[in-house]
């Protein structure tokens, strides 16, 4: 049982990475979606509630020119002349249907279709254009980069300010795809999660994929039905994809997450580092809350320019982290070509590989001699590591966990193993310590199945109180710049050694 029950996960995970969240065929209803021919204007598609907006069967106002019901500043031929990328741009607004409604419509170009999403104002909404809301956060934002600890703290209060969200959080994802709080501002009586994990699992690969694509996702409320569009399909059959639509109907099983952590409505804004979702702003409601057009442009280009302020942070750590390793390697260099026999000065570099990859032990292996600098370190734990690493492919391997490299023997202190391939039977293996402590998650990080008429799905977890997983056997993670600096290292090594032969 317990083995079907893993394959019957096994399944349910596929299946629901493979969920085309872009063609869910319908809109969050607190808008109305027309897509018409970019230069005739003639209506081809639209959302099934258009029908209540005109007092009318929607199906009326297919084939119709867009210009003669929804009146902007500009024809739609000469607004889509102007979009100048997929992205939905806030385009006007307009009494708009039977009861002239006050709405504001955003536009954007995909599948040969020009689409207008049409929005009824909500009462109160600040006039300020989305440049102008922008800025004043921006500006705030850029007195407060002092560290990048301070820009994460700002960027939650400002984002808080701009959007009235009761819950405001930072969201880094790890090396393991797994994510973590690092900021948050929140409102009287909403629960903290700061320093707080979610699974990977939690965001599977193409809702990341579409949050590259679509850098800003709200959800008005979620309770919401789906309108359906119609007709469900373009002209050469495929399914009209919602990509790039502010009100696009999501996942059911998101909603259902939501719900589940008591929360009514949220929006989240893509953290984009180097062409990589590096994190989330995720914001929550316990009411549901719709979010202007101007505001949405707002809160992109703000996290537009957090983004680049996180890129410019991490460029420069990284960039001082590779001055070094290149100004120590260069030393190493130096050194070795000044001695008789590097091979045998070899050992007494072990130091400066510590500090190009942080490490707690080193440990140079040849097929005469051990040398360790650093802790001591068990003759289990060297055994263990040597087999490991000789039968891995490449010429640099790494590990933090004690279990895949020592097998079922016990840790003997260190949990942590990155290996490099020298010549002739040499190798150099990097230790690290085992870490033990408790690592908090916003619930229990296990999946859980429920049964459909389509078979099994994964369903959220009904429980986002803290639970708190102990952690041991494990080192601190090699992280991509550990493995960045590693290979350099290595491959100069290989070169500058004689070779036995």
Known sequence: MKDRTASEIAQATVACANEPIQFSGGIQPHGYLFSCHPTSGIVRHVSANCGQLFECDPSELIGQPIDDFIQLPSSVAELAALQDGAFARYVGSANIGAQARYCDVSLHLAQGLAHLEVEPQPVNSRSLSAGELAHEMIVRLTDAQATESQLHDEMARQVRLLTGFDRVMIYRFLDDDTGEVIAESLAEGVQSYLGVRYPASDIPPQARALYLRNRVRVIASTDYVPSPIQPAVVHDGAPLDLSMHGLRSVSPVHLEYMRNMGMAASMSISIIVDDRLWGLVACHHRTPRQLPPRHRTAADLLGMFYSLRVTSMQHLKSATRKTRARAIRTEML??????????????KLLPELQE??????????????????????TATTLDAARTWFEAQPGDVAASHVASEWMGDAASEGHAGLLGMRLTDGRSVLLLRREESGEVSWAGEPVKHLVTTDDGVRLAPRRSFNIWREMVSAQAQPWSREDLEDAEPTAMLLRQTLPSAS
Do not use: E, F, K, N
């Not at 050194?335 to 000065?345: F, G, K, T």
């Not at 942080?358 to 005469?368: G, H, I, R």
């Open 356 to 377: 190009i990859v942080p490490a707690d032990a080193a440990v140079l292996v040849t097929p005469q001699d051990i040398t360790v600098v650093g802790d001591a370190v």
């Open 334 to 347: 130096r050194a070795l070509a000044s001695v008789d026999d590097p091979s045998a000065y070899l050992a």
